[in-house]
C-alpha cells in the first residue's frame, strides 16, 4: 500500500532533505582527516578525564565543539577496504570492514565517554538536545553500519533511557529531536534487521532485558498530529515490519507494551472530536469524500490513525494482529460506534453514518474489515443489531438515509439475507 512504499529505506549514505549535513569539517584525504580527528580526541580525551565535569561552562562548550567535528568527520567517512569489525561489534560473521576513524571511535569508546560526562555533569536540555541531533545526524548520514558497534549502540541507549526517566524525561521542546532520532534508528533498522535483535537484547539495565526502548519512547506519539505524529506512526511501522518474523519481539509487543490498547483506544478519544453534524449539499449527497473531509482537521487526524492501523495489521506478526484486531472491536467499535450510531438526534444519526461508512471504504486489511463486519453483524445495542438499525435507515425516506452511489449500494438490499452475503463478500 502507499503507506508501506513510501518508507522503503534509503540507501547508505543518502541524506533527506530535513537532514542537510553540516560542512564537512575536512575534506582531505583520509589519513589526514583521521590525524584531523586524532586531534580534537586528544584535546576532547583531557576535559572527560577531568573529576569536576561541572567546574566550567568552557568545559562544556569545548566537549560540544570537539564532539561536532568528530561527528562531522565520521559521518563522512567512508567505509573501509578489508578487514574484520574492531573489538565491540555486536554482529558475528561477515562484518562490514569499517574506516579508520570509526575504528578509534570504537576502540576508544569516544561516545560512551562523552555521553556519561554529560551524565555525570547533570544533562540539561541544552545539551539532551545537542546530543539527540548529533547521534541523528552521524546514525541517518553515515555511509557506515553505526549501530551493529557496541561503542556507539550502548551510548545511543543510555541517552535514550534518560529521556525515559521521569525525573528528566524529554522536555515538549526536545520532542521533535527525539522522534527524528527514533525514526532515523528504525530506518537503520530496516536496511539491517539485525540491528532489531541488538536493540532488544541491549536495553539498559533499569527498562528491564526485554525492554524495546525505543518502541516505547515512540508509543506515546501513536496519536500526535502533524509531522511528528507522522514520522513516529511511520518509525512503529518500520518496527511492525521487520519484527513480523521475529517471535520475541513480537510477544513483547503483544504482551509486555501498551501498543494495542493505545492504537485502539486512541481511536476512542480521536472520534469523540469529530464534528456532531455535517453540512449536507442536497439531495443526491451519500457519503462523505476526500475533499469533504480532508479541511476538517479532527476527521484528518482520525482517518491518519485509522490508516495507520490498518497498515499495522497488513505487516504486524500475527500474535500482534489478532490483539489489536480485538482491541479495536471491543476498545473502539462497541463502546463507542454503537452508542454514536443510535443518538435520537437526526444530525448525531446522519453523521454518525457516514462516519461508519467512510470507515469502511478506508479500509482494505482482511482482518480489519471482517472486525467491522462482526460488529454491523452481530453486535446488539438496545436489542437491535448494527445491521437492523442500519437496514430501517436505509428503508426510511429521510435524509438519515444513504443515497445511491456510495459504498452501501448493498445496504439498500431488499432483505437482510442478501445484505449479509454482500457485506460478508468483501470480507473475503
Same mark, same amino acid.
Given at each position: 500500500?502507499?503507506?508501506?512504499?513510501?518508507?522503503?529505506?534509503?540507501?547508505?549514505?543518502?541524506?533527506?532533505?530535513?537532514?542537510?549535513?553540516?560542512?564537512?569539517?575536512?575534506?582531505?584525504?583520509?589519513?589526514?582527516?583521521?590525524?584531523?580527528?586524532?586531534?580534537?580526541?586528544?584535546?576532547?580525551?583531557?576535559?572527560?578525564?577531568?573529576?569536576?565535569?561541572?567546574?566550567?561552562?568552557?568545559?562544556?562548550?569545548?566537549?560540544?565543539?570537539?564532539?561536532?567535528?568528530?561527528?562531522?568527520?565520521?559521518?563522512?567517512?567512508?567505509?573501509?577496504?578489508?578487514?574484520?569489525?574492531?573489538?565491540?561489534?555486536?554482529?558475528?560473521?561477515?562484518?562490514?570492514?569499517?574506516?579508520?576513524?570509526?575504528?578509534?571511535?570504537?576502540?576508544?569508546?569516544?561516545?560512551?565517554?562523552?555521553?556519561?560526562?554529560?551524565?555525570?555533569?547533570?544533562?540539561?536540555?541544552?545539551?539532551?538536545?545537542?546530543?539527540?541531533?548529533?547521534?541523528?545526524?552521524?546514525?541517518?548520514?553515515?555511509?557506515?553500519?553505526?549501530?551493529?558497534?557496541?561503542?556507539?549502540?550502548?551510548?545511543? #541507549?543510555? *541517552? =535514550?533511557?534518560?529521556? !525515559?526517566?521521569? /525525573?528528566? $524525561?524529554?522536555?515538549?521542546? @526536545?520532542?521533535? &529531536? %527525539?522522534?527524528?532520532?527514533?525514526?532515523?534508528?528504525?530506518?537503520?533498522?530496516?536496511?539491517?534487521?539485525?540491528? #532489531?535483535? *541488538? =536493540?532488544?537484547?541491549? !536495553?539498559?539495565? /533499569?527498562? $528491564?532485558?526485554?525492554?524495546? @526502548?525505543?518502541? &516505547? %519512547?515512540?508509543?506515546?506519539?501513536?496519536?500526535?498530529?502533524?509531522?511528528?505524529?507522522?514520522?513516529?506512526?511511520?518509525?512503529? *511501522? =518500520?518496527?511492525?515490519?521487520?519484527?513480523?518474523?521475529?517471535?520475541?519481539?513480537?510477544?513483547?509487543?503483544?504482551?509486555?507494551?501498551?501498543?494495542?490498547?493505545?492504537?485502539?483506544?486512541?481511536?476512542?478519544?480521536?472520534?469523540?472530536?469529530?464534528?456532531?453534524?455535517?453540512?449536507?449539499?442536497?439531495?443526491?449527497?451519500?457519503?462523505?469524500?476526500?475533499?469533504?473531509?480532508?479541511?476538517?482537521?479532527?476527521?484528518?487526524?482520525?482517518?491518519?490513525?485509522?490508516?495507520?492501523?490498518?497498515?499495522?495489521?497488513?505487516?504486524?506478526?500475527?500474535?500482534?494482529?489478532?490483539?489489536?484486531?480485538?482491541?479495536?472491536?471491543?476498545?473502539?467499535?462497541?463502546?463507542?460506534?454503537?452508542?454514536?450510531?443510535?443518538?435520537?438526534?437526526?444530525?448525531?444519526?446522519?453523521?454518525?453514518?457516514?462516519?461508519?461508512?467512510?470507515?469502511?471504504?478506508?479500509?482494505?486489511?482482511?482482518?480489519?474489515?471482517?472486525?467491522?463486519?462482526?460488529?454491523?453483524?452481530?453486535?446488539?445495542?438496545?436489542?437491535?443489531?448494527?445491521?437492523?438499525?442500519?437496514?430501517?435507515?436505509?428503508?426510511?425516506?429521510?435524509?438519515?438515509?444513504?443515497?445511491?452511489?456510495?459504498?452501501?449500494?448493498?445496504?439498500?438490499?431488499?432483505?437482510?439475507?442478501?445484505?449479509?452475503?454482500?457485506?460478508?463478500?468483501?470480507?473475503?
Amino acid at each position: 500500500m502507499s503507506w508501506l512504499s513510501r518508507l522503503t529505506p534509503r540507501g547508505p549514505g543518502s541524506r533527506s532533505s530535513r537532514n542537510v549535513a553540516p560542512s564537512s569539517p575536512c575534506t582531505a584525504d583520509p589519513e589526514t582527516c583521521l590525524m584531523v580527528f586524532e586531534n580534537h580526541w586528544r584535546q576532547l580525551s583531557w576535559v572527560l578525564e577531568q573529576r569536576d565535569p561541572s567546574a566550567s561552562s568552557d568545559d562544556l562548550t569545548a566537549v560540544r565543539n570537539h564532539t561536532d567535528q568528530m561527528l562531522c568527520l565520521l559521518a563522512e567517512e567512508r567505509p573501509g577496504e578489508r578487514g574484520e569489525g574492531p573489538p565491540g561489534t555486536l554482529t558475528s560473521g561477515n562484518v562490514p570492514p569499517v574506516g579508520p576513524i570509526l575504528g578509534l571511535m570504537v576502540t576508544e569508546n569516544v561516545l560512551e565517554r562523552v555521553v556519561q560526562w554529560h551524565l555525570r555533569r547533570g544533562l540539561d536540555p541544552d545539551s539532551q538536545g545537542a546530543l539527540l541531533k548529533l547521534f541523528e545526524m552521524v546514525i541517518g548520514q553515515s555511509q557506515q553500519p553505526l549501530l551493529q558497534h557496541k561503542a556507539v549502540l550502548q551510548p545511543l #541507549l543510555g *541517552l =535514550l533511557g534518560a529521556c !525515559a526517566e521521569p /525525573q528528566l $524525561g524529554c522536555p515538549p521542546s @526536545l520532542e521533535n &529531536s %527525539l522522534v527524528l532520532l527514533l525514526n532515523q534508528i528504525c530506518v537503520s533498522m530496516a536496511r539491517a534487521p539485525a540491528v #532489531l535483535e *541488538l =536493540l532488544f537484547r541491549s !536495553a539498559p539495565a /533499569q527498562h $528491564g532485558p526485554t525492554n524495546l @526502548l525505543i518502541f &516505547s %519512547l515512540l508509543v506515546p506519539f501513536i496519536h500526535r498530529d502533524g509531522a511528528i505524529g507522522q514520522q513516529a506512526r511511520d518509525a512503529l *511501522l =518500520l518496527v511492525m515490519a521487520t519484527s513480523a518474523s521475529n517471535q520475541g519481539v513480537a510477544r513483547y509487543i503483544a504482551e509486555n507494551s501498551y501498543f494495542c490498547p493505545v492504537l485502539a483506544t486512541g481511536l476512542s478519544a480521536l472520534y469523540s472530536s469529530l464534528p456532531r453534524k455535517i453540512e449536507v449539499r442536497g439531495d443526491d449527497w451519500h457519503s462523505l469524500r476526500r475533499e469533504d473531509w480532508m479541511g476538517v482537521s479532527s476527521l484528518v487526524l482520525f482517518m491518519n490513525s485509522l490508516e495507520f492501523c490498518n497498515a499495522v495489521i497488513q505487516v504486524a506478526h500475527p500474535l500482534v494482529r489478532s490483539q489489536l484486531v480485538d482491541y479495536v472491536h471491543n476498545g473502539f467499535l462497541v463502546p463507542v460506534m454503537g452508542p454514536a450510531l443510535h443518538k435520537s438526534s437526526v444530525d448525531e444519526m446522519i453523521a454518525s453514518t457516514a462516519y461508519l461508512d467512510l470507515f469502511l471504504r478506508s479500509v482494505t486489511e482482511t482482518a480489519l474489515l471482517k472486525t467491522f463486519l462482526r460488529f454491523i453483524l452481530m453486535h446488539r445495542h438496545d436489542n437491535d443489531t448494527i445491521l437492523d438499525t442500519l437496514l430501517t435507515r436505509v428503508s426510511s425516506n429521510s435524509r438519515v438515509s444513504w443515497r445511491a452511489g456510495s459504498w452501501p449500494p448493498v445496504m439498500r438490499c431488499a432483505d437482510r439475507t442478501t445484505l449479509w452475503r454482500a457485506l460478508r463478500l468483501r470480507a473475503v
